[in-house]
C-alpha cells in the first residue's frame, strides 16, 4: 500500500537552471497539494491540483513556479531559473475525494548552488 | 487574514510527564482540525485528526477541541524521548474546499530521558 512517492528526494541546481519535482498521490486519491517548508519555518501553501485542473494556485510566485497533474502520470512542480532563495523542501501531500486529510510525501530538498 | 498560531517552544518534558500542546485560529468557521508530527529532516505525518468538540483519544495521544474558545490541544500521555519532535497544528476552513488548510508553524517537543 504505497504512500505519496515524490522524486527526487534530493536535487541540486545551478542558479539559471531549471528544476523538476515529481509527485504521485497515494491510490485512489485524486487530490494534490504542493508545500514548501524553509529551514526553520512553518509549511507554506503553493498549489492545489485535481487531474488536469489546477484548483487554487494563490500560494504560488507569479513567475518561474508552475504547476502540473495530467490525466496520465504524477503531478509536476516546475521552476524555472532558480535562485539560491530556491533552496528549500518541497512537499506534496494527497487527499482522496470528499476527505480533507492529507497526507505527505517524503519531500524534495531543493539546493541552489 | 486565517491564521493558526501555535507556540514555537521548545517545550520540554521528562520522560513518562504529559506533554500539552496549544493551538489557536482565527477563523470560527473552521470545521475540522488535524495534529501532524515531523521528525527534523523528515515530512509531516498525521496523528490526529478532530471534527468536534471535545476529546478524542488514540493510544497516548488525546485531541482537545473548544470552538467556542477557537483552541485545539493535544496531549501526550507517557512522553517518549521518540515523541521528540515539532508537531504542526492545522485547521481547515470548509469541509467542502480542501485548498482552505492552514498550518501553524509548529511546536518542537523535547522529552528527556
Known amino acids: 500500500n504505497a504512500g505519496v512517492m515524490q522524486n527526487p528526494r534530493h536535487l541540486v541546481r545551478r542558479r539559471g537552471q531549471e528544476a523538476r519535482l515529481r509527485c504521485s498521490p497515494m491510490k485512489g486519491h485524486s487530490h494534490v497539494y504542493w508545500y514548501r517548508q524553509l529551514p526553520e519555518e512553518g509549511l507554506k501553501f503553493m498549489v492545489y491540483?485535481?487531474?488536469?485542473?489546477?484548483?487554487?494556485e494563490s500560494g504560488m510566485p507569479k513567475e518561474r513556479f508552475s504547476a502540473e497533474f495530467p490525466k496520465e502520470g504524477p503531478s509536476i512542480l516546475r521552476i524555472q531559473q532558480v535562485v539560491r532563495g530556491d533552496s528549500a523542501a518541497y512537499f506534496c501531500?494527497?487527499?482522496?475525494?470528499?476527505?480533507?486529510?492529507?497526507?505527505f510525501g517524503p519531500g524534495t530538498r531543493l539546493t541552489v548552488l | 487574514q486565517k491564521e493558526v498560531e501555535q507556540n514555537s517552544g521548545p517545550l520540554s518534558v521528562p520522560e513518562g510527564a504529559i506533554a500539552s500542546l496549544n493551538c489557536t485560529y482565527s477563523?470560527?468557521?473552521?470545521?475540522?482540525f488535524f495534529w501532524y508530527r515531523q521528525y527534523s529532516g523528515k515530512s509531516p505525518e498525521l496523528i490526529m485528526s478532530i471534527y468536534s468538540n471535545g476529546d478524542k483519544e488514540d493510544g497516548r495521544f488525546t485531541a482537545q477541541l473548544n470552538k467556542a474558545s477557537q483552541y485545539v490541544s493535544l496531549l501526550i500521555r507517557d512522553s517518549q524521548p521518540s515523541d521528540s519532535a515539532t508537531y504542526l497544528c492545522a485547521v481547515n476552513g470548509d469541509l467542502y474546499n480542501n485548498n482552505d488548510m492552514r498550518f501553524g508553524a509548529g511546536t518542537r517537543l523535547t522529552v528527556k530521558p
Open positions: 477563523d470560527r468557521g473552521s470545521q475540522s
Open positions: 501531500a494527497s487527499s482522496p475525494l470528499g476527505g480533507d486529510e492529507q497526507f
Open positions: 491540483l485535481q487531474k488536469e485542473n489546477i484548483i487554487d
